[in-house]
Antibody, heavy 117, light 111 residues
Framework: QVQLRESGPRLVRPSETLSLICTVSGGSFSTYYWGWVRQPPGKGLEWIGCIYYTGSTNYNPSLKSRVTISLDTSKNQFSLKLNSVTAADTAFYYC????????????WGQGPLVTVS | QSVLTQPPSASGTPGQTVTISCSGT????????IYWYQQLPGTAPKLLIY???QRPSGVPDRFSGSKSGTSASLAISGLRSDDEADYYCASWDISLSGHYVFGTGTRVTVL
């Protein structure tokens, strides 16, 4: 069973880059999509983007200019970089994985709160 | 900027059936499958329904999904107190090079 664990700074200063790494255990990278979803405290879910195991990416159009998602299969990790952050980027950030279906996010990380301040 | 619209709240008494609607467009629900997620308080979301009406292993058959045109719905039958949670629909949207969209979310309360 695949497990995901996010790591990275929990506090980021405005205008800087938010960087998170998701470490994958118990599975192979050749299973559909790996992605990131965020949720501001008390608000709804927002899809950030995803990467296929081949390296192709799709991003939320509203974040596309600031987001980069990449894979490092040698380390069993994929990462998120969001630049020029503001307080509006404060949120719980979840890394996610699809298993049976390319668009059903069946596996979720714990979702740490990253604060921009 | 959710493009899938859900009612903000729904409620029912134990044992009742609650239905949540999700309204989209021809570029998302009208073209692709619908997915449903359950988020219990303080936890990560959980995939409840995939491909419109399929349940991952471990999800009780009290949860059922359907889709028609550009709308979808999730029904929870035999409502239980531990069904109290936020529910989100989601779909792939083929516009703007393709992206995933979540619904606005529905808070289900068990009275």
């Amino acid at each position: 069973q695949v497990q995901l664990r996010e790591s990275g700074p929990r506090l980021v200063r405005p205008s800087e880059t938010l960087s998170l790494i998701c470490t994958v255990s118990g599975g192979s990278f050749s299973t559909y999509y790996w992605g990131w979803v965020r949720q501001p405290p008390g608000k709804g879910l927002e899809w950030i983007g995803c990467i296929y195991y081949t390296g192709s990416t799709n991003y939320n159009p509203s974040l596309k200019s600031r987001v980069t998602i990449s894979l490092d299969t040698s380390k069993n990790q994929f990462s998120l970089k969001l630049n020029s952050v503001t307080a509006a980027d404060t949120a719980f950030y979840y890394c996610v994985n699809t298993v049976k279906d390319p668009f059903g996010y069946e596996i979720w990380g714990q979702g740490p709160l990253v604060t921009v301040s | 900027q959710s493009v899938l619209t859900q009612p903000p709240s729904a409620s029912g008494t134990p044992g009742q059936t609650v239905t949540i609607s999700c309204s989209g467009t021809s570029s998302n629900i009208g073209s692709n499958n619908i997915y449903w997620y359950q988020q219990l308080p303080g936890t990560a979301p959980k995939l409840l329904i995939y491909r419109n009406n399929q349940r991952p292993s471990g999800v009780p058959d009290r949860f059922s999904g359907s889709k028609s045109g550009t709308s979808a719905s999730l029904a929870i039958s035999g409502l239980r107190s531990d069904d109290e949670a936020d529910y989100y629909c989601a779909s792939w949207d083929i516009s703007l090079s393709g992206h995933y969209v979540f619904g606005t979310g529905t808070r289900v309360t068990v009275l």
